[in-house]
């Protein structure tokens, strides 16, 4: 659905000519019925990227095709369910006001307009803000306004910069839940997101960019490389077995005071687990020290800093 | 395009609570020195040479308030983001934009007629003193459109290059150098004298040229807004 060969933007500095390159010689094909995720820290590019894809931005080198046409031609004519990490919307616009207008712009028909606003204003939780002008919201509130008219969009295209910038913990789960019910076989979802828990959630593959080079694409959905790491163990109370049976355990780094860092792979944890359960150990939580997307970034940003 | 056009009607009342609302405080202004300095010694022939002069001062100060920024705000405070996410061509869009902006203009100026009934004294300027005006909002808003994407001063651009237009014309008539012959063709017009006479009739050919100009200027405008990119640096 869409490819990018060598897809580069260089931003110049009209009096001194200084380069810099926001995004470099980025090549990737993403097809329709996958969650395409972009990690990267600030600076890497991630927005760039989305605006080539939207044709807000010109890349200077290389293409950028969205079926084989232009991106602007095709936002043009197909839209675009488009969330921007900056929510711009005038603030004298109110929330039931904002949904109404952006769903005349999507040419929507006066009965399903109505239903769609009113659908998503109840799903997004702004029944009790819809009269209120956009100044008066809160910035998670401000949020889901913005999510709600990205998913006014019925487009093959959904592009998320950043969605869950500034909610709180109950409305990022539910976020989760939408970008599920959201899923669809002709369609693409983009996001691109600081939280890499997130991502590895919702997401196929990862795209992890650094400094506007795209280091590695990591596949979220295989969990066959979930083996050999360093796993989390958590006790309700201390035990004196505890180095028998998992050897080499250090107290971890976080402050919980019976949290430890454990090493193997998942079967011989699984083995040494049973047995320290029949010793009479207590356990809270048992877990990955590191999900494998926060592994992957990690290695792929602090490899290409030479860190 | 149907979206577009049904979207329209909000657009322009969010331009008439805003920019027309600007307009008739900027009218109220305005009007204001002279319904202080009392008419009641004033003829009606006064009243209307008055009339018609405030008339200039307003219109231009409309066309600014009207035209100003009507791109570039939209880039600069980000709205273009969710706007052309949606299917909608921008070119489509700030065109209808400009009609909507036109008529929040015309409204404004008959605003400003009330407000002077009321302050000052019911003198209708007639027909030919605002096809003048509204001649004249075409030539300034276009060269403001121009500059509307590439600078935030958009609304200083078109009296600057009218006035730079006045002088070059002024000390280069085109009928007396080669570079006068270019300077007329290029430069906004700024000789025409009056489009509409007082005593009736139309002064066609300065008034097409005019229009053609203006014209020209919203499609160099919109020309800028389809090749250069939303989200690229001005």
């Known amino acids: 659905m869409i490819e990018l060969r060598g897809a580069g933007k260089t931003y110049r500095s009209l ?19 996958e969650v395409f995720g972009i990690a990267g820290p600030n600076g890497a590019g991630k927005t760039t990227l989305l605006a080539l894809l939207l044709g807000y931005l010109k890349p200077t080198a290389g ?44 040419d929507m028909a006066p009965t399903e307009r109505k239903a769609k606003v009113e659908g998503l204003i109840e799903q997004l939780g702004l029944a009790e803000h819809r009269s209120k002008r956009v100044k008066q919201l809160s910035k998670g509130n401000l949020q889901r306004l913005g999510l709600a008219q990205a998913l006014l969009s019925d487009s093959r295209l959904v592009i998320l910069d950043e969605p869950t910038h500034g909610l709180d913990p109950l409305w990022t789960q539910r976020f989760r839940d939408v970008v599920e019910a959201e899923r669809r076989p002709d369609r693409l979802i983009i996001i691109a997101s600081h939280n890499l828990d997130e991502l590895e959630r919702l997401a196929d593959r990862v795209a992890i960019l650094d400094r506007g080079t795209l280091v590695r694409v990591a596949d ?35 402050v919980r005071e019976l949290s430890f860092d454990v090493h193997g792979t998942i079967e011989d944890l699984n083995v040494r687990l049973q047995r320290a359960l029949a010793d009479g150990m207590r356990v809270r939580a048992f877990f990955p020290a590191q999900s494998r997307l926060e592994a ?8 290409g800093s030479g860190a | 395009m149907n979206g577009l056009l049904r979207y329209l009607p909000r657009h322009f009342l969010d331009l008439l609570m805003t920019r027309g609302a600007v307009m008739v405080v900027i009218g109220f202004l305005l009007t204001l020195p002279m319904s202080l300095s009392g008419v009641d010694d004033a003829t009606p022939e006064q009243l209307m040479r008055v009339l018609r002069e405030a008339l200039g001062s307003m219109g231009l100060f409309y066309t600014l308030l009207a035209s100003y920024g009507l791109v570039g705000a939209d880039v600069r405070q980000g709205f273009y983001r969710f706007l052309f996410a949606k299917p909608v061509s921008p070119v489509s869009y700030y065109l209808l934009s400009y009609v909507a902006t036109t008529i929040v203009f015309c409204l404004a100026i008959f605003a400003s007629f009330g407000l002077i009934a009321v302050m000052v004294a019911p003198v209708w300027p007639g027909w030919p003193a605002l096809g003048d005006v509204l001649a004249d909002y075409f030539l300034v808003s276009g060269l403001v459109l121009v500059f509307s994407r590439l600078t935030n001063a958009d609304w200083i651009f078109g009296p600057v290059i009218l006035g730079v237009s006045a002088l070059l014309r002024g000390n280069y008539p085109a009928d007396q150098s080669a570079l006068g012959k270019v300077l007329n063709v290029v430069l906004p017009p700024t000789d025409t004298g009056r489009l509409f006479p007082y005593d009736g009739g139309v002064n066609w050919e300065p008034l097409l040229i005019q229009l053609a100009y203006a014209a020209v200027l919203v499609a160099l405008a919109m020309l800028i807004v389809r090749k250069l990119p939303m989200g690229s640096a001005r």
């Open chain 1, 15 to 33: 009096i001194t000519r200084k380069e810099v390159h926001a995004l470099r010689d980025f090549s990737i094909t993403l097809q329709p019925g």
């Open chain 1, 63 to 106: 293409t950028i095709h969205i079926e084989q046409t232009e991106p602007r031609a095709w936002v043009e004519r197909f839209g675009v369910a488009y969330l921007s990490e900056l929510i711009g919307i005038p603030r004298w616009w109110k929330t039931d006001g904002t949904l109404h207008r952006y769903a005349l712009l999507e």
């Open chain 1, 296 to 303: 992957a970034f990690r290695d792929a940003v602090q490899g």
């Open chain 1, 220 to 254: 979220a959905s295989d969990h066959s490389a979930e083996g050999a790491g360093v796993w989390r163990l958590v006790l309700t109370a201390d035990h004196p077995a505890l180095l028998t049976h998992f050897p080499g355990a250090t107290k971890s780094a976080q």
